[in-house]
């Protein structure tokens, strides 16, 4: 079933970690399996901030393969010099769980292109999100269990997006769960609620034009999708809109950008979105519930209609 | 309230031509009996008393205990019942099969007021999907938006939203009307079999898609039409019925019901008769 939310204020910052941990937590039921935030902090800009798994996590639930810790240590290590060749350096690490790390790093080349494959050329590495205000997090769990595992109730940003996921046609892993890069775009970030039936069609041409995939769950072929369009020179918008005929079957997706968080709704409007927006705040979810968590007052909500697509700034 | 009798005679619905097919063989035709509404009453219902009146704050309690509360202080014989805080909550007064006056003073969640028979309900606020899902007779006004499958698969009463509505409103409907003060999204009134919906702002595409009867007026514009759904003539008969219909739902006041449009089922996807599969087979 699977639910997703997103917000953004326009004109100010808000702790959007607590926020979205709330708008989540209230969708649990749509499914625990895995939570995701992408959460746009407020950075100074300067340097990127690279989420990157070097393993996965084979807690209870997990459908992958425990390794040993000494076997991400090792990755860890040639990350680390893979970086330093690539005239990358790395101004501040945390290593959040043995799997998990967060890199503040230097690097002046504007394509990542070259540096992301360079990077997942390492076998159980996956970069989970490379932007300069992006950062993505997730992991097995409710969206309490994974805002506590990595201390997000604290971070201040002005918008994010979020996923609640109960696994249907992939596995119960990390790679699997949402937010999905848009990779290799700095910034850009995907959640989905839906089944997308052109999936493997859609896989094969865009592997033809050179994306990449990491995970077999149908949600990632959004993310690849409109990096392509915006690869091709598409503003974000005209992706989205292409989408809606180009992506067979149901969907409601949400994707942000640095400065944008847009929605788009199959034509056949089969899954839910609700929708609250006002001068400075926009907030919406799959349920209502979701953004009550954070407007409990009494507001004015909205289905978007079937084939909506809608973007906004900060 | 619910009653059905077999009856032979021609009902009033036959007479004034809202019903025109005959079915033969052991399917029967079931007709409510207004004759005999008033002295009939389901298992575990309530007389209440509409004068009688109190609050509940749902704020901290489940949609269940919510429930079990109204149906206690039905029990009591409150009549009227004011809903405080329901803030999205899914499923809030279903399975109320008796009269009763209930207002809700915020927004509901998904299945609000579904499968009820008998209750007036008012929300000043927005429903989730399904809302009113299964309705058998009763009114539910919504002051505000609503989601899709909006009156999913009722049979009876008046289903109202002021605000616009999400899609398939109507869908698989067999009864009651439905009206939309705003507009309403893709498929509505899909594989809808009786009764009728009025939108007075713009409605999606695919509208009626798979209709097998029932009748759907629209004020404003068509997205596109489903499959088997086509322009009828808009009587004289239609437009005094809109505007007594519009005129209790207290929406549209000076709406220009003239200039409506009126979309029945073509009937020409129909792929069925009369006949049990019993039958059709000993007549191959």
């Known amino acids: ?314 | 309230m619910a009653n059905i009798k077999s009856v032979s005679k021609k009902t009033k619905a036959q007479a004034m031509g809202m019903h025109t097919e005959v079915l033969t063989g052991r399917t029967q035709q079931k007709f409510f009996n207004p004759d005999e509404a008033e002295n009939f009453y389901y298992f575990g219902t309530h007389d209440v008393d509409f004068n009688k009146r109190t609050d509940l704050d749902v704020k901290d309690m489940t949609a269940a205990e919510a429930n079990k509360e109204i149906d206690n202080l039905m029990g009591q014989g409150y009549g009227t019942i004011v809903i405080k805080n329901p803030q999205g909550k899914h499923s809030l007064g279903v399975g109320i099969l008796n009269k009763l006056n209930l207002i809700f003073e915020g927004s509901l969640g998904y299945f609000g007021m579904g499968s009820c028979d008998g209750p007036i309900v008012r929300i000043n606020g927005r429903v989730g999907w399904s809302c009113a899902e299964n309705l058998m007779a009763g009114k539910v006004v919504i002051e505000k938006n609503a989601g899709s499958c909006f009156g999913a698969a009722i049979r009876g009463g008046d289903l109202i939203c002021k605000g616009s509505v999400g899609a398939r409103t109507g869908i698989d409907m067999k009864g009651g009307t439905i009206i939309i003060g705003g507009d309403a999204g893709a498929f509505t009134g899909f594989m809808m079999q009786r009764g009728r919906i009025i939108i007075l702002g713009d409605v999606g595409i695919n509208l009626g898609d798979s209709m097998y009867d029932g009748t759907i007026f629209v004020g404003g514009e068509i997205g596109s039409y489903g499959s088997d759904a086509v322009d009828a003539e808009l009587t004289k008969s239609d437009q005094d019925w809109l505007k007594r219909k519009l005129k209790v739902a207290e929406i549209g006041e000076n709406f220009d019901v003239s200039k409506m449009k009126k979309i029945v089922a073509g009937k020409k996807l129909w792929n069925y008769d009369n006949l049990e599969p019993t039958e059709k087979k000993g007549a191959i």
């Open chain 1, 1 to 314: 079933m699977c639910g997703i939310a997103g917000l953004i204020h326009r004109g100010k910052s808000s702790k959007v970690g607590h926020e979205l941990q709330g708008m989540l937590q209230a969708l649990k039921h749509r499914g625990e399996d895995s939570t995701g935030y992408a959460l746009y902090g407020d950075t100074d800009g300067k340097n990127f901030i690279m989420r990157f798994k070097v393993g996965e996590n084979v807690g209870e639930g997990s459908t992958s393969i425990a390794e040993d810790v000494s076997v991400y240590d090792e990755r860890k290590k040639i990350v680390d010099s893979y970086l330093n060749e690539m005239g990358a350096k790395i101004i501040k690490e945390e290593r959040i769980l043995p799997y998990s790390l967060r890199y503040e790093i230097e690097y002046n080349k504007k394509d990542l292109l070259e540096f992301s494959q360079k990077i997942e050329s390492i076998p159980g590495v996956e970069i989970l999100s490379m932007g300069k205000s992006l950062e993505v997090i997730k992991d097995l769990g409710n969206a309490k269990m994974v805002c506590d595992r990595y201390n997000l109730d604290k971070l201040v940003g002005t918008h994010a997006i979020g996923h609640a996921r109960m696994a249907t046609e992939s596995g119960v892993d990390i790679k699997s769960a949402h937010p999905f890069w848009g990779y290799p775009f700095s910034d850009v970030s995907v959640v989905h609620n839906g089944q997308l039936t052109n999936y493997w069609n859609n896989r094969r041409a865009l592997e033809n034009k050179g994306m990449r995939f990491m995970s077999e769950c149908d949600s990632e072929l959004i993310a690849v999708y409109l990096a392509e369009k915006m690869r091709d020179g598409a503003s974000l918008e005209e992706g989205m809109k292409e989408s809606l005929t180009g992506l067979d079957g149901v969907f409601t997706y949400f994707v942000a950008t640095k400065d944008s968080l847009g929605m788009a709704k199959d034509t056949m409007a089969a899954k839910p979105l609700v929708l609250y927006e006002s001068d400075d705040l926009v907030a919406m979810g799959s349920e209502e519930i979701a953004i009550r968590s954070i407007l409990p007052q009494e507001i004015d909500t909205y289905d978007p209609f079937d084939g909506e697509v809608k973007v906004w700034q900060i």
